[in-house]
């Protein structure tokens, strides 16, 4: 069953209009330090033919994760980034890429890379989860989390359930005049999904200057598989990294479309976002969208 996006979804839409050249000035004019220790860690999985894969690129001891990004190497558009969650243990901080195999499967080898965004601790530092409503089989589902008199540092988000049938069309910070806020929705595959599922999203918040701003890259639309990378603004970097599939105008994102990449550069200057057509494929003109929360 397929229903229009909820009030998040137009929320989302909101918040990321208030992105523009102002916030980066803002941004560049404060010289304070926004995250203090801020450095990449990466893991990778091995090469195989594995349906489901789970890496966790931990952060150094003592650091507390903000976000981080995951890459699909191989899979040709039929296996799907599920999981991309920042998490915190009595141990460490780590941050938590998974992906699936479609429905249909795929035959050849492919693996999967994990990036975390990790910082020295920050005051009143806080992961958030909001999940989209109870299981369902509704799509498209999407939800927000906000950050209530913090500002948001970092975020992530999860799709449960849905074996590797449910597709990322968005992952995202943005704020309006009251608070930061981060966002995820998601879609069934051009088959659908009989059973029930659900998509989280995760915001972290910390009592730290409020001097980070979104900031993207969307490439030109066409029907090739595509990826863009967005550059945060001089004198900053990145802290976390997100994803869209822009509508094209009216209609709805085209259930074919896989975001297989959300890679964080090693300087911490970019992020790139790649997706691709998965087995179905789309005659249908679509782009892609790099973001990055940057900051000093």
Known sequence: MR??????????????????????QALLAS???????????????????????????RCPVGKRVLGGGGTIT???GQVVLQQLQPVQTATDDRFVVGAREDGTGYAGNWQLTAHALCANPLPGYNILPSGSASPSSNSPQNTLS???GQPLVGFGGSINGAAGQVHLTNLASGSTSTF???????????????GAWIV??????????????????TTPASSANKAATVTCPAGTRVHSAGAQLPPAGSS????SLVIDQIAIGPQLRSVTVRAVEDE?????????????????
Do not use: H
């Open 31 to 57: 010289g304070a330090e926004a995250v203090p220790g801020l450095q990449r860690t990466a893991r990778t999985s091995v090469s195989d033919s594995s349906t489901f894969k789970t890496v966790a690129a």
């Open 200 to 217: 989280f999203v995760y915001a972290v918040c910390a009592n730290t200057p409020a001097n980070l701003t979104t900031v993207s890259a």
């Open 146 to 148: 906000f950050c209530l």
């Open 74 to 76: 191989g899979g040709r």
């Open 180 to 194: 930061d806020f981060a966002t995820i929705a998601a879609q069934e595959d051009a088959n659908g999904f009989g």
């Open 280 to 296: 179905s494929g789309t005659a249908t003109n679509w782009s892609v969208r790099a973001l990055a929360l940057c900051g000093p």
């Open 3 to 24: 229903k229009s996006l909820s009030r998040f979804g137009r929320l989302m839409a909101c918040g990321a209009s208030l992105i523009g050249l102002a916030a980066v």
């Open 252 to 255: 709805p994102v085209d259930p």
